[in-house]
């Protein structure tokens, strides 16, 4: 079965600085696709960024980019420029070739002024 | 563009009462839908999802059911709450295309008491 790891349960990162959320998942597929979503208190989720695993290249959006290193099946998160509304809990998730989406337990980040 | 509604927000609900949360989706034909519950401080635990009309697939035997009466609204049900229901559950599509990603409703509440 597939597992997506999170192991930071909480990260903390000062404004403007740069934070990395890390991510691990477990799978015997070699095609696949990876997404990080980002739920802040509203409880909301929003899209932050995704990656195929068929494309090399990281996936950036705006301060978000991903470091996808498909050998060692890791996808994490970096945050440029942190801003206060960058506070949230971060959740990485997969998505097999079938329908199935499996989500991490999730990084809750801090931003401090 | 697409939307998603849920409702009813927050829902308070005795032990052993029925459940009905309803989830549709405006803007898109034929989506693929999603049954979502988080826990406290949890990840997210895919529930159920729909590939089509009265096409059901269940990832976790439980005390709910799904049920999918129109291409665009997906329905999670009870017959009897436990108080192990409890959580906030989410309703999700997704595309039918690469890279497949998925879009949440706002969720709705469930406090069994």
């Given at each position: ?12 990162v000062q404004e403007a600085e740069t934070v990395t959320l ?27 960024i ?10 950036t959006e705006n301060r978000f980019s991903v470091n ?9 998160l970096k945050i440029s420029d942190s801003q206060?509304?960058d ?24 931003v401090?002024? | ?113």
């Amino acid at each position: 079965a597939q597992t997506v790891t999170q192991s930071q349960p909480e990260m903390s990162v000062q404004e403007a600085e740069t934070v990395t959320l890390s991510c691990t998942y477990d799978t015997s597929e070699s095609d696949y696709y990876l997404f990080w979503y980002k739920q802040p208190p509203s409880r909301q989720m929003i899209l932050v960024i995704r990656q195929e695993a068929y494309k090399q290249q990281n996936a950036t959006e705006n301060r978000f980019s991903v470091n996808f290193q498909k050998a060692a099946k890791s996808f994490s998160l970096k945050i440029s420029d942190s801003q206060l509304g960058d506070a949230a809990m971060y959740f990485c998730a997969y998505r097999r070739p079938g329908n199935q989406f499996y989500f991490g337990t999730g990084t809750s980040l801090t931003v401090i002024p | 563009s697409q939307t998603i509604h849920q409702w009813p927000a927050t829902l308070v609900q005795p032990v052993g009462s029925p459940l009905s949360l309803e989830c549709t989706v405006e803007g898109t034909s034929n989506p693929n839908l999603y049954w979502y519950r988080q826990a406290a401080g949890r990840g997210l635990q895919l529930l159920f999802y729909s590939v089509g009309i009265g096409q059901i697939s269940s990832e976790v035997p439980q005390n709910l059911s799904a049920s999918r009466p129109q291409d665009r609204q997906f329905i999670l049900s009870s017959k009897k709450l436990l108080l192990s229901d409890s959580g906030f559950y989410l309703c999700a599509w997704s595309t039918l295309e690469s890279p497949y990603e998925q879009y949440f409703g706002p969720g709705t509440r469930l406090t069994v008491t």
